[in-house]
């Protein structure tokens, strides 16, 4: 069974900082990655994918995955107060054809103005 | 699009008591996910539905919670005879499909409190 650990828990940063996030999984079929990011009062969205090792870069937004390490990372650079949010981190791959995604328990995320 | 809806956002029960969650996914989209959280376990899965069939429930806790999706533009999750441990807040999905590189988009969820 999938199981996606994220660390750390909780992170400060100051405004206008560097905030790294990082993900494990366990099952080494696992093909697709997401981040999504959740506010306070509402549903989590997705912030971006990443199918392929390597980095994968949108706005200040950056992915980076290394299936072999088994560990997918996020990180955010020029944080904003309104990056302030729970962010989650989820798997899926090849498992028979069923489709169901393994969620991390979240990073917390305070950027402090 | 107004995304994913869910209503109603807070319901609070009396333990025994029966609660419905309804989610209305986004127009075009096959898939829909139930979710739940909570601080202690995150976010659970429940169960899913593809061109409303029942596809994996395999999150459900198998007496007291159930799902349906009658049509294309709803879905229920029923929980009878509620207890305090169902505390939480449920979360709906739906995606395109269920390709495996289909984002899923959430709505705001319900909150439920049962005392």
């Known amino acids: 069974q999938q199981k996606v650990q994220q660390s750390p828990e909780s992170l400060i940063v100051p405004e206008g900082g560097m905030a790294s996030l990082n993900c494990t999984f366990s099952?080494?079929?696992?093909?697709y990655f997401w981040w999504y990011r959740q506010h306070p009062g509402e549903g989590p969205k997705a912030l971006m994918s990443i199918f392929s090792n390597g980095d994968k870069k949108e706005g200040r937004f950056t992915a980076h995955l290394n299936k072999a390490s088994l560990h997918v990372s996020l990180h955010i650079k020029d944080s904003q107060p309104s990056d302030s949010a729970l962010y989650f981190c989820?798997?899926?791959?090849?498992?028979?054809?069923?489709?169901?995604?393994?969620f991390g328990k979240g990073t917390s995320l305070v950027v402090h103005p | 699009n107004a995304g994913v809806i869910q209503t109603p956002r807070h319901k609070v029960t009396g333990k025994g008591q029966e609660a419905t969650l309804w989610c209305e996914p986004i127009?075009?989209?096959?898939?829909v996910f139930w979710y739940r959280q909570t601080i202690v376990q995150g976010l659970e899965f429940l169960t899913y539905?593809?061109?409303?069939?029942?596809?994996?429930d395999s999150g459900m806790p198998k007496e007291r919670f159930s799902a349906q999706m009658p049509n294309q533009s709803h879905s229920t999750l029923k929980i009878q005879s509620t207890q305090p441990q169902d505390s939480a807040v449920y979360l709906c999905a739906s995606s395109l499909d269920v390709l495996n590189q289909d984002t899923q988009y959430f709505g705001p969820g319900t909150r439920l409190l049962v005392l």
């Open positions: 099952d080494r079929n696992s093909q």
């Open positions: 127009s075009g989209h096959s898939a």
């Open positions: 539905f593809r061109n409303q069939a029942p596809i994996d």
């Open positions: 989820a798997v899926s791959g090849p498992s028979g054809g069923n489709y169901k995604p393994t």
